[in-house]
Every structure is written in structure tokens, then in C-alpha cells.
């Protein structure tokens, strides 16, 4: 079983939808919890960062986090048409005093206009 | 404050030949970690540098794989022997280092895209 766990979809909705993003993960150790973005042909770029169980808000996205499932989300609301990119969850434990993070395969998200 | 810099940005080495990719940390920043990343598949771990010395090399292929962050200049993605299944994206990233505000949240590179013929 891998610790990270996404669908690669692929995803496509209508503009002005409401995107959901999922991860789950199995290792108890992960404490940091991050979404990126990344365009075709790019490097990832960091979307939201989360450390604790619940909601965070940034605009248009919000990052859930439920640690007792071992579950995090990432939902786009009014979605538009430069969301289009692929997402990435990635998660972080401390290890022997260095971070390791850990991404998921990614999700690559088209939005319709 | 440029961002974390890797060239080339594309590479093209026949079989056999050898690949260097170059990536240069954001200011400030002293630690170099380096993903693959497959066509249609998420970002591999394959090392984590400090200055001068290799944390964490668990995602490195055993054989014709190297890596440095010397004191002085970029960090080197050495690729030896290349064979077509080198051909991938490797991408680098950086991070201020354990403890600093934000320490555990990587910038990365616009990546070096390694075409093996």
C-alpha cells in the first residue's frame, strides 16, 4: 500500500463548478499537510499548507484535513478555466530531525468554459 | 529574490552518454532535495542534500546516480550511462532548513526535462 494514496483522475468539469480533490494517506507520522499546483510543463507550486485537523480558507480554495481518517481535501469553489493544471497532495514527517515529504501522483483537473 | 534555478532546462544525450543537471537554491535556503517525475505519474523522492553532505539518498538508484551540494556553487544531478528510462522530468527543490518559519515548505524549479535517444 503506498502512504499516498490520489486519484489521478483525470477530472473535468463545467466552469463555475465546485472541484473536490481527495488523499488519503496511512502513515500516522504526517503532521504537515500541503497542496500544489502544477501547470504543464512547470514546476509544482505551493497552493495551501494546513497543519491541524479542519478547514482552512485562501479565496476560492479550501484544504480539510480529518486526521482521524487519514483523509485530506482540497475544494475549488466558482472554478475557472486557469484552474486547469494538475494537484498535488504532499504530506511531511519529521524524520530523524530532517522533513521527508511524501506526494501523492497527482490529480490533473480540466475545467470546461 | 530569483526563485530555485535549474538548467538546463532541456537535455538531450544519447544512450550511454552522461546527464548533469544543475539546480541552484533559493537565497537563503541550504537545503537541495531532487524528484523525478514520470510522464503521466507523481513527483519521486530520489535525494535530500545539505551543504557538503547527503541526508537522505533512499530514492537514488543504486547504480549510475549521483549527487553533490558542494559548499560552493549548485547543487549536480550526475547521471551516468543514460538509458532511455532516464528519459523524465527531475525537478529540484528547495527549503530554508529544519526549525525556520515555513521549514518544511519547498520551492521548486521550473525543472530540467532529460530526453535520452
Known amino acids: 500500500q503506498k502512504e499516498v494514496e490520489q486519484d489521478p483522475g483525470p477530472l473535468s468539469v463545467p466552469e463555475g463548478a465546485i472541484v473536490s480533490l481527495n488523499c488519503t494517506y496511512s502513515?500516522?507520522?504526517?503532521?504537515?499537510f500541503m497542496w500544489y499546483r502544477q501547470y504543464s510543463r512547470k514546476g509544482p507550486e505551493l497552493l495551501m499548507y494546513?497543519?491541524?485537523?479542519g478547514n482552512k480558507e485562501d479565496g476560492r480554495f479550501t484544504a480539510q484535513v480529518d486526521k482521524s481518517s487519514k483523509y485530506i481535501s482540497l475544494f475549488i469553489r466558482d472554478s475557472q478555466p486557469s484552474d486547469s493544471a494538475t494537484y498535488l497532495c504532499a504530506m511531511s514527517a519529521r524524520m530523524g530531525g530532517n522533513e521527508k515529504l511524501t506526494f501523492g501522483t497527482g490529480t490533473r483537473l480540466t475545467i470546461i468554459p | 529574490n530569483a526563485g530555485v534555478m535549474q538548467n538546463p532546462r532541456h537535455l538531450v544525450r544519447r544512450r550511454g552518454q552522461e546527464a548533469r543537471l544543475r539546480c541552484s537554491p533559493m537565497k537563503g535556503h541550504s537545503h537541495v532535495y531532487w524528484y523525478r517525475q514520470l510522464p503521466e505519474e507523481g513527483l519521486k523522492f530520489m535525494v535530500y542534500?545539505?551543504?557538503?553532505?547527503?541526508?537522505?539518498e533512499s530514492g537514488m538508484p543504486k547504480e549510475r546516480f549521483s549527487a553533490e551540494f558542494p559548499k560552493e556553487g549548485p547543487s549536480i544531478l550526475r547521471i551516468q550511462q543514460v538509458v532511455r528510462g532516464d528519459s523524465a522530468a527531475y525537478f529540484c527543490?528547495?527549503?530554508?532548513?529544519?526549525?525556520?518559519?515555513?521549514?518544511?515548505?519547498?520551492?521548486f524549479g521550473a525543472g530540467s526535462r532529460l530526453t535520452v535517444l
Open positions: 502513515n500516522s507520522a504526517f503532521q504537515y
Open positions: 542534500l545539505q551543504k557538503e553532505n547527503i541526508i537522505d
Open positions: 527543490a528547495s527549503l530554508r532548513g529544519a526549525g525556520a518559519p515555513g521549514a518544511n515548505v519547498l520551492t
Open positions: 494546513t497543519y491541524s485537523s
